[in-house]
């Protein structure tokens, strides 16, 4: 009896010395583009109010404006600012010094998503052609774990991320912008049939076919790390539409919703799957007009955002500290959630440990 009594307590002391995170899935989403003024402040008064970006000006202000900024953000992003600001984490509200930023002094895509996932800053990836990348990223390292090899699929509207996470090499399932979904699944047949016969607004797959493709291909073969990468923010700001901006942002985050409301009415994903949201780059604010714009010429492109939602995260909203994450920290923290240790052949900066320390403490 006493025996027994022993290994228990031996055991138990064990389990808290070594605890596991509990998260078993993960799913990370990306926006292209989106700036941290409007995630945390919403619609911004001095794009809203100018005629030259809001063709729709009524519409636009009375879907998204409010003169309090908690009420307005809110409205742009419901599930951001319900559910997740309730039961997750938001880092980079810069009006309250808390900063997220590239570490990639170029501040558009491609060298975005590759600090993103290669927890590297590589100098050399400096272009968004469509260049095979040479860096291991985590999805890939992920794909060779245990349990993991096949359960990790990408879908993306821009076509260049099959180059971005290198899906010769890595072996991860990609499917972007016109590759067509060849599966016997019924509904990933009609969604492939609607993205042929779209108008391509932005010249991409619209984000919505992006978004119904990874959800159904999520219903139908239950992979364990999922990534939708979303781009229609990122074009209508190009584009100087701000109305099509925010429209776009509020789709986005509502598919979030319907997703995180999948995850969780599903026994293979509920409270054992953490989400992750965040954005490649940011874009101008200082000099209004550049809101439009971003890369290394305008200075404040490198401002980004995190959002994280999942059962290892502490349930602690808005982060209102003083602090400065960056973009490359996230590879580290998507392997540390799976109880994994990111390693390549090249130097990967340490993870975020406040977004999943929750469950050690
Ligand atoms: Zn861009």
Redo the contacts with the bound molecule.
């Keep these: 009896m006493k025996g027994i009594y022993l290994t228990i307590l031996l055991f138990v002391t064990t389990t808290l010395a070594f605890a596991q995170n509990k998260t078993e899935n993960l799913v990370i989403v990306t926006m292209?583009?989106m700036r941290w003024e409007e995630i945390f402040g919403g619609a911004d008064s001095a794009i809203l109010y100018n005629k030259k970006f809001t063709k729709d000006s009524s519409g636009t202000i009375g879907n998204f404006w409010n003169a309090d900024a908690v009420e307005r953000r809110k409205k742009l992003f419901p599930f951001l600012w319900s559910t997740v600001a309730a039961q997750g984490q938001l880092y980079g509200n810069r009006w309250l010094n808390n900063k997220v930023n590239n570490a990639n002094l170029f501040f558009?895509?491609y060298p975005g998503y590759n600090e993103i996932f290669t927890g590297y800053p590589d100098t050399s990836v400096n272009s968004n052609d469509k260049i095979w990348n040479k860096n291991t990223n985590v999805l890939e390292f992920i794909n060779l774990q245990k349990n993991y090899k096949g359960k990790v699929a990408a879908f993306s509207s821009w076509d260049v991320f099959p180059y971005i996470l290198n899906d010769q090499r890595s072996g991860i399932f990609v499917n972007s912008d016109v590759d067509t979904l060849k599966f016997k699944d019924p509904s990933l047949k009609l969604i492939n049939d609607m993205q042929l016969l779209t108008s391509r607004p932005i010249g991409v797959r619209p984000d919505v076919f992006t978004y119904f493709a990874a959800r159904e291909y999520m219903k139908a073969y239950e992979p364990k790390v999922l990534y939708i990468a979303f781009d229609e923010t990122?074009?209508f700001?190009?584009e100087g539409e701000y109305d099509q901006y925010l429209k776009s942002a509020h789709a986005e985050d509502a598919m979030i919703a319907d997703l995180w409301n999948y995850i969780q009415s599903t026994s293979k994903y509920k409270n054992k799957t953490t989400l992750k949201v965040t954005c490649d780059?940011g874009?101008g604010n200082e000099i209004k007009n550049n809101w439009q714009?971003?890369?290394s010429k305008v200075e404040d492109a490198g401002q980004i955002w995190i959002a994280a939602i999942g059962p290892d995260t502490a349930p602690t909203g808005e982060i209102k500290t003083t602090g400065l994450l960056y973009q490359m920290q996230l590879a580290a923290t998507f392997a540390a959630l799976l109880n994994f240790t990111f390693t390549a052949d090249h130097p990967i900066a340490a993870p975020i440990v406040s977004i999943y320390k929750y469950s050690k403490s």
């Design positions: 292209d583009g558009f895509s990122d074009d700001a190009h780059h874009r714009h971003h890369g």
